[in-house]
């Protein structure tokens, strides 16, 4: 994967914000997303179950990042499936920031972080 791995998939929550092309509603739709990457250069973001690869598409649908589930071909036999999420190379900056996001609301829900600390490290 180019800039971003994912082993578990925490819950990302992110405001939904409205794009100027769709004053009517607030969320990308998936119809919108396949739309807006049919003639993109898509890269991997995060390679995961097939059901955190859904919620992910879904938490980036809702903040304005179009994104699309891709299944992973595999050549080994018993091979589990792998499923993607793609998105442009020029959202992968906002992807790893809203990945990054889940992933501090996680730790800081689980109490991993001190009292008073900004970051977990």
Do not use: N, Y
């Not at 998936?30 to 059901?51: F, G, K, M, Y």
């Not at 499923?83 to 990054?100: H, K, M």
């Amino acid at each position: 994967m180019p800039w971003a791995a994912v082993l578990t998939v925490p819950p990302i929550c992110c405001g939904s914000t409205s794009s100027p092309k769709r004053a009517t509603s607030s969320l990308m739709t998936p119809d919108e997303a396949q739309r807006i990457l049919a003639d993109s250069e898509l890269v991997p973001c995060a390679e995961v179950s097939l059901t955190d690869a859904r919620r992910l598409v879904e938490a980036f649908l809702g903040a304005d990042v179009p994104a699309l589930v891709h299944r992973e071909a595999c050549a080994k036999v018993g091979c589990t499936p792998k499923f993607q999420v793609l998105v442009r190379p020029e959202d992968g900056p906002r992807s790893a920031a809203l990945l990054q996001q889940g992933w501090l609301e996680t730790v800081r829900r689980e109490g991993l972080v001190p009292e008073g600390a900004t970051s977990p490290f």
